[in-house]
């Protein structure tokens, strides 16, 4: 049986929500009664994010990829970083790691491609909404993204930290994210929405705008781990 290893942590609640989806998924999908190999290395999130503020890319590369090798010595296959941030650094951590590493972001671009997407929106972190990241990779399937204004830019930023990546779900904070989902739509036309910041999923779910698809990047990510696993 293979071995998946995760960089957790960063945030832990959606570390949490990872090993449950894998869990779930994989017992749906193998029903002999049996439970995946995982190993989940968890790390410190203030300490990526002071890097990532800083503009030390080079510094979040060697962080995660010190990170990576503990799970590889510990007997990983492959892995992933249980978060969208650090994939700010994705090509550089899978260029240096010791085992395959399944980007979210590959992922979530093949989720929205098979459903036929042509213009999404994306919410996430500040860092990786003015990121290139993500253009650069659904670029690639013809598939074009908008994200929010720069004042709705700060207030996802500010909830995502100051609140889900506490654990902290809020009614008041749902329904204004759901009012920007309806704005961003009328005036950018997107087809779907990338919840990017894995978070996200705490407070949003497919199906909570009538407007468009939610796509989970977590559970998106969480999906393809198990694939492999099962492979």
């Not at 590493?101 to 997407?117: K, P």
Request: aromatic share 6%.
């Amino acid at each position: 049986m293979k071995t998946l290893g995760i960089i957790g942590g960063i945030g832990p609640e959606s570390t949490i929500e990872y090993y449950r989806s894998i869990i779930t998924a994989y017992r749906a999908q193998k029903q002999d009664g049996s439970y995946p190999a995982i190993m989940i290395n968890s790390i410190d999130l203030k300490k990526m994010l002071a890097l990532i503020e800083e503009d030390e890319l080079l510094k979040v590369t060697d962080y995660l990829v010190r990170e990576v090798h503990k799970l590889a010595h510990a007997g990983a296959n492959f892995g992933l970083l249980a978060a969208g941030t650090p994939h700010i650094v994705f090509d550089d951590v899978q260029g240096r790691s010791p085992i395959p590493l399944i980007s979210i972001v590959e992922a979530a671009s093949d989720a929205a491609h098979s459903m036929g997407l042509k213009k999404v929106g994306l919410f996430a972190s500040r860092f990786t909404m003015q990121g290139r990241f993500y253009p650069n990779v659904f670029s690639k399937k013809g598939i074009s993204l908008v994200v929010p204004n720069d004042h709705e830019q700060d207030y996802i930023h500010d909830k995502y930290f100051s609140e889900l990546v506490k654990g902290i779900v809020l009614p008041e904070t749902r329904k204004r994210l759901l009012a920007m989902i309806d704005h961003l739509k009328e005036r950018e036309a997107i087809q779907g929405l990338i919840l990017g910041g894995t978070e996200l999923s705490l407070i949003l779910r497919d199906g909570m705008s009538e407007a468009i698809p939610l796509l989970d990047t977590a559970q998106i990510h969480a999906q393809a781990a198990v694939k492999e696993l099962l492979r």
